[in-house]
């Protein structure tokens, strides 16, 4: 595992509550869980492009090994009545050598604060670190919000559109 496993940023919302942008945990099953309990319909079939009420043990796990280099997750956790909570997160998967694919879920409520922003900047940063070239992401086309964080990047922008996906390629310059 690599330094970054204990990655910690502080970031201000829009709203100008502040939230950390952390590695994710083997501990935050729960809260990962819980998160994702509280995402719309909508939020989950847009990360996922189906519909889900609920995760296996099996695919919850697989979200929670992360090894930091071929596999990296962060998530973005908020105090609330004294306690973090688990209010979005983002990851990403190398696909190959240099291009890894990236992914990102926020509970509804707390969209639009420049969360999913925030997390693509660690992920940046931490993709710089790691020698990768390309991120990759399929987002639904109706994402217009995830579509204009990935435009507003700083990263070269290319997008293919089939029926159904934008094909999103950030190139590292």
């Known amino acids: 595992m690599s330094a970054i496993a204990d990655y910690s940023a502080r970031e201000a919302l829009r709203d100008g509550r502040t939230i950390e942008i952390r590695a994710l945990r083997p501990e935050d099953r729960e809260g990962l869980v819980s998160a994702v309990k509280r995402c719309s319909v909508q939020s989950i079939y847009r990360r996922f492009f189906g519909v889900r009420t609920e995760f296996s043990d099996k695919e919850v796990s697989f979200f929670l090994d992360i090894d930091f280099v071929d596999h990296v997750a962060l998530v973005a956790v908020l105090e609330q009545d004294s306690k973090p909570v688990i209010i979005g997160g983002a990851r990403f998967v190398l696909v ?60 070269k922008y290319s997008a293919t559109r089939e029926p159904g996906v934008v094909h999103v390629a950030l190139e590292f310059e």
């Open 96 to 155: 190959e050598p240099g291009k890894a694919e990236l992914a990102f879920a926020v509970v509804d409520e707390y969209q639009r604060l420049g969360i999913g922003a925030a997390l693509l900047r660690h992920l940046i940063l931490i993709g710089r670190i790691a020698g990768l070239r390309v991120f990759l992401a399929d987002v639904m086309p109706d994402n217009s919000g995830m579509l204009r964080i990935f435009e507003r990047s700083g990263l």
